[in-house]
């Protein structure tokens, strides 16, 4: 029992005494060629390993396509201005839109319109503002958001991909002489014939406060108009 | 010559099926789906939706979460950047439209960012003021610092310089049109609201060089919608 008892401590303190070393793990292949390869007493090592065969091709180099993003709407509108206390009349604009998310874009506009007269100005045959100053031009920054997202069906054959959106924003209008700051918001309806093209159909107010009547009010705008626009 | 002559990427289904929708929206009716391990090729991008043909010559539209599962032809997985908190932090043009004021006058501005860094953004900003007694242009370019781009309320201080048109209203006599230059220091907070779009309000200082025997100093607050891609 004694000199079991002894055997066993003997190996303990044995492998006391060798210590980590019965532990360690011999270097793997290449990690020794590393190793060798760092230290002057192995020349040889830097020289390329033997291959058996020389390849001979030629490395090809791989071109990914990247994929298209087709999120930029660029186009134009025409239609009818109802500019308060001046009569309806023609308006056109060019448009940008940039579609942020399946459900949100922002776009920016400008357009122009020439204001018809008063009645006032019909009646007394009194002009209030000179011509040059009945050119109404207008900018919009806006955000837009699809609220009916849908399709359209022409026929048994053809389906469309359309929106009924919600449109909003702020912008400035020149007219009578005068800058004014202008909220807009409104309403469309955007269909897709083909993936690149859209057709629009809007209807917007610009309302922004002018004393050109007189008094200082707010101005009520409201702009009717059809457009197409581009996908890039 | 490239190895690969096709004109659009190639992508092959790795889970157990891929929808196609008619659409490139989630309400649209799925018409299709590809099987896994069949190929097909990206056509285009749309927001978070792509335009897919498979071999078979079927088109459709696949989510952009759907194609995350997917893999190119060498079996790696395929990844793209998407709209969400980790494109919030690290993104590299970011835009946006703001309403505010300029020394008291109504101001409608716009921007355009570009990030050198997750942090550091070089921005353009071009605003239009509308005010009792003048009108007005501001072109303004500087450098912003965004302390925590990964916040989801993240605050970012502004410095740069610019250029200030004034035109006084034509009722003011003996009033010039003047052209000054500006420098500006600002603090502001992004707030991101979800997918690409983020809230953004801005207090800057413009120090007016005019020439005149002072300098103007004039503040200008803004506040409206951005977005980053």
Known sequence: MEIRLCILLLSFVALGSSGCSVFHRHPKPDQGAEADSNSESMPDAD????????????RRTVKVPTIHPSNVELGAYYGELSIQDFGAQPVAGVRLDYHISEDFFAEATYGRAKAGFTSFETLSNIQLISDAERRFTYYNLSLGYNLLPGEVFIGRN???????????????????????????????????????LALHIDVQDLVFRSDVTGTEELKNNLQATIGATVFF | MP????????LFVAQPYLELHTGPGRGYPVAQVVARGEAFDVLMRRTEWFKVRTERGVEGWAYEGDLMLTTLADGTPFTINLGDRAGFASHRWESGAFGGAYAGATLISAYQALSLTDNLKVEVSASQFLGNLSNGYLIDVGFSHVFMPEWRFSPFVTLGGGYEHVEPKPTLAQALSANNQTAYVGVGVRYYLGRRLFLRGELRGHEVFTNQNSNEVKNEWKFGFAFFY
């Open chain 2, 3 to 10: 190895a690969s002559a096709r004109d659009y990427l190639q």
């Open chain 1, 47 to 58: 020289a390329p390993p033997p291959s058996v065969i020389e390849p001979q091709v030629e």
């Open chain 1, 158 to 196: 053809l389906a469309m991909t359309s929106a009924f959106y919600m449109i909003g924003g702020i912008g400035a209008v020149k007219f009578a002489g005068d800058q004014n700051f202008t909220v807009n918001f409104g309403a469309g309806f955007r269909v897709l014939p083909t993936d690149w």
